[in-house]
């Protein structure tokens, strides 16, 4: 039986991506995301493996754990799970109401929380399994208007390497992944190519430290164009 992948934040860009190239090495790919019917139309970019599509809230954890249950009995419990949502509030501190910072750290922070926490309780009895986590610049500064953003992606950041430091030694690897750049899309497509991160090379990324040897596991990974400033 094909082993399973499990992506959870998945849409036209990075998270269709990470699906292809999962299923290109022949796994079984479980893609969710909050609405099931966008999903759907992406399933069939996804060749290799079976792809299949849930809908699933990452900030309720009755929902995560529903998911996790019912790929179970649909492709089998999951190798490797990445953990891709995210929200941004873009706004002033002046400006920004509580609820759009707690909605933002709902999603990029707490829903991290419940999908790696399901994710482990499956992996550590096996003793392996990847736990990959997608951050972006922000989760090492919190830039002029980028507050709401910085706080959940900071946060997940934390988890990912408090996770990382308890299952490495049971086997699971856990890294974190800084996505320093913009990832290239359709809406993008008058801006030059070399300034954007390609979401097929990205997800080689993710590939390649599932691929990794426990002797020399990363933990945190940035990628970014070739001419990005940092």
């Not at 419940?114 to 986590?133: N, S």
């Not at 980028?146 to 934390?158: D, E, P, T, V, W």
């Not at 090379?201 to 020399?216: G, K, M, T, V």
Request: include cysteine; proline fraction near 5%.
């Amino acid at each position: 039986m094909a082993d399973t992948a499990i992506i959870v934040g998945v849409g036209p860009g990075l998270g269709l991506a990470l699906a292809q190239r999962f299923a290109a090495a022949g796994m079984n790919v479980a893609m969710a995301a909050r609405k099931r019917d966008k999903l759907d139309a992406l399933l069939p970019a996804v060749t290799g493996g079976t792809a299949r599509a849930y809908a699933c809230d990452a900030t309720s954890a009755a929902d995560v754990a529903s998911l996790f249950e019912t790929v179970a009995k649909d492709l089998g419990d999951p190798l490797v799970v990445v953990y891709n949502a995210s929200n941004f509030p873009r706004g002033s501190i002046l400006d920004l109401e509580p609820s759009a910072i707690e909605t933002a750290w709902r999603i990029s922070c707490l829903g991290g929380f419940h999908v790696g926490q399901q994710a482990a309780r499956r992996m550590v009895p096996k003793g392996r399994g990847t736990i990959l986590f997608t951050g972006a610049t922000a989760s090492l500064r919190g830039s002029a208007l980028f507050a709401g953003f910085a706080i959940g992606k900071f946060g997940l950041r934390a988890l990912a390497q408090s996770m990382a430091r308890e299952l490495g030694p049971k086997g699971v690897h856990v890294a974190h992944v800084i996505v320093d750049g913009q990832i290239a899309a359709e809406r993008y497509r008058d801006r030059d190519p070399e300034s954007m991160l390609s979401p097929a090379a990205i997800a080689e990324a993710y590939w390649q430290l599932h691929a990794q040897h426990p002797s020399a596991w990363t933990q945190e990974l940035d990628v970014r164009p070739s001419v990005e400033r940092f």
